[in-house]
Nanobody, 126 residues
């Protein structure tokens, strides 16, 4: 599986962005998908995950109520809608995938994922 993230950019605090991650491969629908981010000088952080059939989603506490993860299996794409962005959301965001039909709540750790895309930079100005 190859992953290609896009949609990053510069936005003012309070603004919105939608990230996309396009996946190759015919079995996309059987993959748990996740978003992670890494800010300068910080460790990689889990942001959100979604199960293969969108039945479950899971978020880090700091983005709950502001970010929404979704997927379109027909298009092989997972999205991250980010609203009410804050300067502390500034980071490189990347998507990840792992073949599983499990609950998204169990996929917060980066070690759970087998495939990673390149990052897309999100910068939130104050």
């Amino acid at each position: 599986v190859q992953l290609q993230a896009s949609g990053g950019g510069l936005v003012q605090a309070g603004g919105s962005l939608r990230l996309s991650c396009a996946a190759s491969g015919r079995t996309f629908s059987r993959y748990v998908m996740g978003w992670f981010r890494q800010a300068p000088g910080k460790d990689r952080e889990f942001v959100a995950a979604i199960s293969w059939n969108s039945g479950t989603t899971y978020y880090v506490d700091s983005v709950k109520g502001r970010f929404t993860i979704s997927r379109d299996n027909a298009k092989g794409t997972v999205y991250l809608q980010m609203n009410n962005l804050k300067p502390e959301d500034t980071a490189i965001y990347c998507c990840a995938a792992t073949r599983s039909t499990g609950d998204a709540r169990f996929f917060a750790g980066p070690a759970k994922y087998d495939y990673w895309g390149q990052g897309t930079l999100v910068t939130v100005s104050s």
